[in-house]
């Protein structure tokens, strides 16, 4: 029987201290081996080196690095870069996997047309219940994201794609990154069971999403990403986003009009 290949788990940590033991219990109770864990510290104040630090005293697969607060975006590169593994799970310091999901998502990745693996997942804390994403098509991916960051892929198509942007440090840079590695193709594969535990909280990023990052991130998206944008929607990526592509449509068809 083959080894298997070794999958290391990013783990961008700022000020998650509560949290980041339970994060990391999660992986290591994991099916899967070999596996590593990565903790990247993006500038804490509060007791999170501490906490990851006796981690990796305790147990010889979790690493630890640490930098200047930079975003999640630079730390989810920062400990990609030092990642041993043929491929990457990234996971939020204050979430939660299941022990099967890691193993059952290198299976689906051993097919070479598949890019990239996730599954069925589930709110917790201050919010219960399953979190309902539509099914992944490239037209929809062009307006709205329907993968959470912890799904898995290849080190090597991060390094192809350019990995995560760092200018986007107000959020958003997980929909971004997939539209880098998929916009040329590759297949995505969805496991039927839940895999993904996403703890929402008061202060939790997908609750605090403003206009303003909205604004930037439809921006950058049309800048980085307008021959792909332009394919799917018509054209651009609108502030009204689910309505990019009727706009677009009905934008040229006035166009038009007006040169007759």
């Not at 999958?7 to 509560?18: F, Q, T």
């Amino acid at each position: 029987m083959p080894e298997n290949d070794m999958v290391s788990v990013v783990v961008p940590c700022y000020n998650h201290a509560p949290f980041l033991a339970a994060t990391v219990q999660s992986v290591l109770a994991s099916a899967y081996s070999p596996l590593e864990v990565i903790i990247v510290n993006d500038g804490s104040t509060d007791p999170s080196e501490e906490v990851a630090l006796e981690l990796t005293r305790r147990y010889p697969n979790v690493h630890y690095a640490a930098q200047v607060n930079k975003g999640p975006a630079a730390a989810r590169n920062h400990g990609i870069r030092l990642a041993a593994g043929t491929y990457i799970l990234p996971l939020d310091a204050d979430d939660l996997i299941a022990p099967r999901y890691i193993a059952e998502a290198v299976r689906l990745l051993s097919d070479e047309q598949v890019r990239v693996v996730y599954c069925e997942a589930e709110f917790f804390d201050q919010r219960q219940g399953p979190w309902k994403l539509p099914p992944f098509s490239r037209r929809l991916l062009a307006r709205e994201n329907m993968i959470f960051c912890s799904a898995l892929f290849r080190k090597a198509e991060w390094q192809q794609c350019g990995g995560y942007d760092e200018r986007m440090t107000w959020g958003w840079e997980d929909w971004e990154f997939w539209i880098s590695m998929l916009k040329g193709g590759g297949e995505v594969r969805k496991i039927p069971e839940v895999g993904f535990y996403y703890r929402v909280r008061k202060h939790s990023r997908r609750k605090s999403t403003n206009r303003e990052a909205k604004r930037k991130t439809i921006a950058l998206i049309n800048e980085k990403h307008q021959a792909f944008i332009r394919e799917q929607l018509l054209g651009p990526l609108r502030f009204q986003r689910s309505h990019s592509r009727l706009i677009n449509r009905l934008s040229s068809l006035f166009s038009l009009s007006h040169l007759q």
